[in-house]
């Protein structure tokens, strides 16, 4: 488990603190243009280049990224191995330059059947990150929502500590931050796809039929403009959250 991300500024009103972001549509952007799937992905390491730039500029506190999801090994092998190697390449290519702008990496997922490189790589990068706090960069990768639960209470069991909302949410792999303000989907699917099962609760969607190579910050601002105008009411009325009364403990922890 991390230690806490602590993030050194606050987004202004009405800017999500947390974004999570499942990135569709690199394949299908590949395929208009006759390319092969992994252009398509190269293409989406760019996209999430400038979003993070993006996200720095508009003081949002933490970005998570659904880079490769634990369904993903069902691709075909060729797609899975360019994943890994654009992976490896990505971090040595963009490490320093996300250090030099205060970026800190966290890899959230089962790191049990990567490869040795690559979990070198992972860790190399982590460590390397570990002293900025500007930005929490969440790169989910061999991640599911399922899997983080599942892994959430095994890690309970063995200490034994009491099933609750609280330390169930400690024992998660996004524990570090707090849960996503705002999910974003490019693509045009309308799904989580075994994302962020336990941490979106709360968080409000939204989902564009912009495929992923094509984000840009003109996208990422239609998605922040419209999560401005959202009331957020966790479970209270309208008139109760307009009002803004305070909500009870259990619904702050998600908040
Ligand atoms: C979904 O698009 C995207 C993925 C499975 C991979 C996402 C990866 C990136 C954006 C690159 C960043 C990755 C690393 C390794 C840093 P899709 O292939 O399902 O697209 P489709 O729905 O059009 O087929």
Request: proline content about 5%; overall charge neutral.
């Amino acid at each position: 488990m991390a230690s806490p991300f602590l993030p050194s500024s606050q987004p202004p009103k009405g800017v999500p603190s947390h974004v999570a972001i499942v990135m569709d549509g690199n394949g299908r952007w590949a395929q208009k243009r006759w390319l092969p799937r992994v252009a398509g992905h190269k293409r989406g390491v760019d996209a999430l280049q400038k979003t993070v730039q993006c996200c720095l500029d508009r003081r949002v506190s933490a970005l998570t990224v659904f880079a490769f999801s634990s369904e993903n090994w069902n691709r075909p092998t060729e797609e899975v191995t360019g994943l890994m190697e654009l992976l490896v390449m990505a971090l040595s290519r963009e490490v320093p330059n996300l250090k030099k702008h205060g970026v800190r990496l966290y890899f959230p997922g089962n790191r049990s059947q990567l490869s040795a490189r690559v979990v070198q790589g992972l860790e190399a990068a982590e460590a390397d990150t570990a002293g900025n706090n500007r930005l929490a960069l969440n790169v989910c990768f061999n991640y599911g929502g399922r899997w983080d639960v599942v892994q959430a209470a095994r890690r309970l069991a063995q200490t034994g500590r009491e099933i609750t909302e609280q330390s169930l949410s400690e024992a998660t792999a996004l524990s570090h931050v707090g849960d996503p303000d705002l999910l974003i989907r490019t693509g045009g699917e309308l799904r989580i796809s075994n994302f962020l099962l336990w941490q979106s609760a709360y968080t409000e969607l939204y989902f564009t039929d912009c495929l992923w190579p094509d984000f840009d910050a003109a996208e990422l601002d239609k998605a922040l403009t419209d999560f401005s105008g959202r009331q957020r009411r966790f479970g209270q009325t309208a008139e109760q959250s307009a009002a803004g009364e305070p909500l009870d403990a259990a619904e702050q922890r998600h908040a």
